[in-house]
C-alpha cells in the first residue's frame, strides 16, 4: 500500500521560509516523478513544482526562483523549500507520485493528505 506523507507546513510571515517533506513508501520511488500541488479556500488544486527521476525540475510561473522542488532516493523523500513567501502562497499543499506525472493533476496516481501553509501579512 502506498502512502505519501507530507509535514513541514505551518504559519509563517511574508517573507518567510518553510521546507515541506513528502516521505513516501510502498512504492518504488526512484521510478516515479514526484509533484507539489496546493488548494487555497474556494480555488482547484494548482500544479506548484515536479522533478522527475533524473532531477529535471519545472515550476509554476507564481513561484518560480522562491521555491526549489528536491529529491533524495535514499530516503523517499521529496522537498519543497518555499522561500520569500507570500500571502497568495497560503493553501494545503499536497504532494504526489505518478509514473507519467506532468504539470497538471492527470497523470499522478497516488496523493498524500496534505499539509496547511499559511503566510500572515
Known amino acids: 500500500q502506498v502512502h505519501l506523507v507530507e509535514s513541514g507546513g505551518g504559519l509563517v510571515q511574508a517573507g518567510g521560509s518553510l521546507r515541506l517533506s513528502c516521505a513516501a513508501s510502498?512504492?518504488?520511488?526512484?521510478?516515479?516523478?514526484m509533484g507539489w500541488f496546493r488548494q487555497a479556500p474556494g480555488k482547484e488544486r494548482e500544479f506548484v513544482a515536479r522533478?522527475?527521476?533524473?532531477?529535471?525540475?519545472n515550476y509554476a510561473d507564481s513561484v518560480k526562483g522562491r521555491f526549489t522542488i528536491s529529491r533524495d532516493n535514499a530516503k523517499l523523500t521529496v522537498y519543497l523549500q518555499m522561500n520569500s513567501l507570500k500571502p497568495e502562497d497560503t493553501a494545503v499543499y499536497y504532494c504526489?507520485?505518478?509514473?507519467?506525472?506532468?504539470?497538471?493533476?492527470?497523470?499522478?496516481?497516488?496523493w498524500g493528505q496534505g499539509t496547511q501553509v499559511t503566510v500572515s501579512t
Open positions: 504526489a507520485a505518478g509514473f507519467f506525472g506532468g504539470l497538471e493533476l492527470a497523470g499522478y496516481d497516488y
Open positions: 510502498g512504492l518504488t520511488f526512484n521510478r516515479y516523478r
Open positions: 522533478i522527475t527521476i533524473g532531477g529535471t525540475t
